[in-house]
């Protein structure tokens, strides 16, 4: 599934497309993907330029003038692709392989650039678990995005602020990373990779990084560290790797290359002077990989 970093090379890889671009048609070629697509969709994006394309959490916010905004979801699979005359490129570096197969392409934006270039932009997604509805005023306070906590990119996460966030929590310290009324965007991937990175077991209870004290202010002040880097280097990684896409159509240098724990069972943890090795477990159904012996 894609997380914040992957959900931002998209913004970033179609922004330059998009901003400034008249629609000139939309075509969408099912009623619906996670939930139906929104009334008078095309007939009402038709004919709008593209003032911006935002991002709040997971979620793509696209400004028309004079017209609705459009929150995208990418759900499980979900991906763009650009077409123009002569090539044809996905923004965005995922874990997971992009499907190109034309059967899913769901989406169609035919755009003209101010200097008169036409392309199509397509959402393809397999799975069907994205979608895209209308916000008519502040994307912020629809009820999709209305409840979200605070972003993990920029200087607003700090030490001071997570440990507010965690005060009084008695669940485990993975559990409240992934809420998303607390930080919106951070999934598995990024979790495990923060906790390690700031030495904090998955399993901990999360308002022990809230006590009065100096141990716990520098845990909760590593931790949101940790956090903002690990989501700063994979945004890094997938920049770069839409570049090198763009340029030769190869493969991407993904992010996941990077990974110190998740997806690594087995393997000697690479914390310099730790002898542990990474283990998984199962929280809430979901994956955790740590090491025991330097996450406390
Ligand atoms: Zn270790």
């Known amino acids: 599934m894609p997380e914040l970093p992957e ?17 000139v048609g939309v075509e969408a070629r099912r009623p619906d993907l996670r939930f139906p697509f929104p009334e008078r969709f095309s007939e009402r994006l038709t004919g709008k330029t593209i003032a911006a394309l935002g991002r709040r959490a997971k979620y793509l916010t696209m400004h028309v003038d004079n017209g609705p905004v459009l929150i995208c ?72 995005l209305a409840g979200l906590g605070v972003e993990p990119t920029g200087n607003a996460l700090d030490g001071a602020l997570l440990a507010s966030l965690l005060k009084g929590r008695k669940s485990p310290l993975k ?39 100096k141990k716990a202010k520098e845990q909760s002040e590593s931790l949101a560290e940790a956090i903002r880097s690990v989501v700063a280097d994979a945004i890094a990684a997938g920049g770069s790797s839409l570049r090198d896409y763009m340029q030769t159509d190869g493969s991407l240098g993904y992010f996941q290359h990077s990974f110190a724990v998740y997806d690594r069972e087995g393997e000697a943890c690479s914390k310099p002077g730790c002898r542990g090795h990474i283990e998984r477990i199962v929280q809430s159904g979901r994956s955790t990989f740590h090491c025991r012996t330097c996450q406390a």
Do not use: C
Not at 76 to 92: D, H, K, Q, V, Y
């Open 7 to 23: 959900v931002e090379t998209v913004r970033r890889g179609l922004q330059p497309a998009l901003e400034g671009a008249r629609i």
């Open 73 to 144: 979801h990418l759900g499980m699979s979900g991906s763009f692709r650009i077409e123009t005359a002569n090539e044809s490129a996905t923004p965005g570096a995922f874990h997971y392989e992009r499907s190109k197969n034309t059967a899913h392409d769901h989406v169609v934006f035919d755009i003209v650039s101010p200097a008169g270039v036409r392309s199509r932009v397509i959402f393809n997604d397999p799975r069907r678990f994205g979608f895209m509805l209308f916000s008519e005023g502040e994307p912020d306070l629809h009820p999709m």
């Open 175 to 213: 559990a409240a990373l992934l809420d998303q009324r607390l930080i919106a965007g951070l999934g598995n991937i990024y979790v495990s990779e923060a906790l390690w990175r700031a030495g904090l077991s998955p399993l901990r209870e999360a308002g022990t990084l809230a006590r009065a004290g």
